[in-house]
């Protein structure tokens, strides 16, 4: 399998614009983006050294696993979402070493993350973990985007996050140099962050340093959100003592000179 050519690439970048927008046509951009990419010739098998990346006995049943999740998708779903079947579909996807597999899975989280109105089951939750800590881009950015979604909506319990073991690659993507993933990321934290228990457990785990860092992005949206998570942390007296060890207070006393009045808000509340 190859890597995605500069116009699938482009497929999936207005995909997420179209995502960030909440656009009214958005399950229609999500079958067409599919659609486009499964289509691409930038898939198909072109050398033996690429045949070769993958044992024989387990490039096929991914690539069926693929295909039929794809059509399913393109149809509107011939079977539950968030049936056994699917949730089979998933993990194969998902675990895959393949990257554009796993992007069929992500792309799928990104889709039912608009319209879902139960709880996500945990066990897709432990989906996540894989697409977060994979190494491609594309796949971190639809992941993060949908958990945020996620999040917002109710659909997965804060607590579930932090007790899935999650919080510790969506602190790894504080680390990425891609201003969508430290975004997405930041805003995860953000609101994670609402409980004692969580934000003592964000602290503990490290996500102090790296928001400190993002505060002074030159991003203004990474800003905000890194900014916004770190009132929710001062939220909790231990982790105040915890940001002045840390040394957060120059920081925070040099961002009250940022023009950005969200940014001024956040710190004069804390």
Not at 121 to 132: D, K
Not at 254 to 270: A, G, I, K
């Amino acid at each position: 399998m190859g890597q995605l050519c500069a116009k699938c690439a482009q497929f999936l970048y207005d995909l997420l614009l179209s995502m960030k927008t909440l656009s009214s046509n958005l399950v229609q951009n999500v079958k067409e983006c599919l659609a486009q990419i499964r289509d691409c010739s930038c898939l198909k098998q072109t050398k033996f050294e690429s045949r070769q990346l993958y044992k024989p006995t387990r490039q096929r049943p991914e690539e069926v696993i693929a295909q039929e999740f794809l059509q399913h998708i393109e149809r509107g779903f011939e079977i539950p979402p968030l049936g056994e079947v699917s949730l089979s579909a998933l993990k194969t996807l998902a675990f895959s070493e393949n990257s554009n597999l796993q992007q069929s899975a992500s792309l799928f989280y990104l889709h039912i993350s608009q319209y879902l109105n139960i709880q996500l089951p945990t066990e897709h939750l432990e989906i996540y973990y894989a697409l977060l800590k994979t190494s491609d881009l594309d796949v971190q950015r639809i992941s993060s985007l949908s958990l945020v979604t996620f999040l917002l909506k109710g659909n997965v319990p804060k607590e579930h996050v932090i007790q899935l073991d999650l919080l510790e690659p969506i602190l790894e993507l504080l680390e990425s140099n891609d201003p969508m993933v430290q975004c997405n990321s930041c805003a995860c934290i953000m609101i994670l962050a609402v409980s004692d228990t969580n934000r003592e457990a964000i602290a503990s785990a490290g996500g102090v340093v790296p928001l400190l860092t993002l505060s002074k992005s030159y991003d203004p949206r990474v800003q905000q959100y890194a900014v916004g998570a770190i009132f929710n942390l001062t939220q909790s007296e231990w982790v105040q003592q915890f940001l002045c060890r840390q040394g957060a207070i120059p920081v925070l006393t040099l961002l009250l000179e940022s023009s950005d009045s969200e940014v001024q808000v956040n710190l004069t509340l804390e």
